[in-house]
């Protein structure tokens, strides 16, 4: 079984203020989604990304995949209450089409 | 275009009871999954179908849970009997692809207690 680390597991912080969410595993992931999911709801995707060293953007979400494709960081601009949510990491590793979910950074921005 | 479809949202029932979850996902998404995600936990894979054929049940407590996907559409997960261990919010999710790197659009849950 792969395992996939996220961190931290909670934040709180001011509106206005930036974060970074950390995503990390101890072998190459073939792929790596984001999701975010909000109370009573599930989980809608974010991004996908495949490529070492890749960059995606979502308004004030940066996604970075890095090189050695084994980790993978959100980065948050200037939070709003509105990105209040718990965020997770999904990797796939291999031809598996599995998705082995991280158990959540559950991110609270105040007002 | 309507999501996918859970029902019924809360499910409140005493250990020993069987109980059932219905899914209808998106329309022509082939692929079918059922997640449970325990509190302060990501979701975790039960089981996966290719239109009606489970593909990967690998993780599925076969002696109590079972799971049905008649006609490659809507999706049944049952617990029979239900223990104190099976509260959690199960989720069903469908996608167009079975790769890693397809979108998989979840439902909203349905949240089980057991008392």
């Known amino acids: 079984t792969q395992l996939l680390e996220q961190s931290p597991q909670f934040l709180s912080i001011q509106e206005g203020e930036n974060l970074t969410v950390y995503c990390n595993s101890s072998s190459v992931f073939s792929s790596l989604q984001w999701y975010r999911q909000e109370p009573g709801e599930g989980p809608v995707l974010l991004v996908t990304?495949?490529?070492?060293?890749e960059v995606k953007k979502l308004k004030r979400l940066t996604f970075q995949f890095g090189d050695a494709r084994k980790d993978s960081s959100l980065h948050i601009t200037a939070a709003q209450p509105g990105d209040t949510g718990l965020y997770l990491c999904a990797g796939a590793w291999g031809s598996n089409y599995k998705l082995t979910f991280g158990k959540g950074t559950l991110l609270t921005v105040n007002p | 275009e309507a999501g996918v479809v859970q029902s019924p949202r809360y499910k409140i029932i005493e250990k020993k009871q069987p109980v059932a979850f219905w899914c209808n996902p998106i329309?022509?998404?082939?692929?079918l999954y059922w997640y449970r995600q325990n509190l302060g936990q990501g979701p975790e894979l039960l089981i996966r179908y290719e239109n009606e054929e489970a593909v990967d049940d690998s993780q599925l407590p076969k002696d109590r849970f079972s799971a049905e996907r008649l006609k490659g559409v809507d999706s049944t997960l049952k617990i029979q009997p239900a223990e104190l261990g099976d509260s959690a919010v199960y989720l069903c999710?469908?996608?167009?692809?079975?790769?890693?790197?397809?979108?998989?659009?979840f439902g909203p849950g349905t949240r089980l207690t057991v008392l």
């Open positions: 999710a469908s996608s167009l692809g079975r790769f890693g790197n397809n979108e998989q659009f």
């Open positions: 329309s022509g998404h082939n692929t």
């Open positions: 990304v495949v490529t070492g060293g």
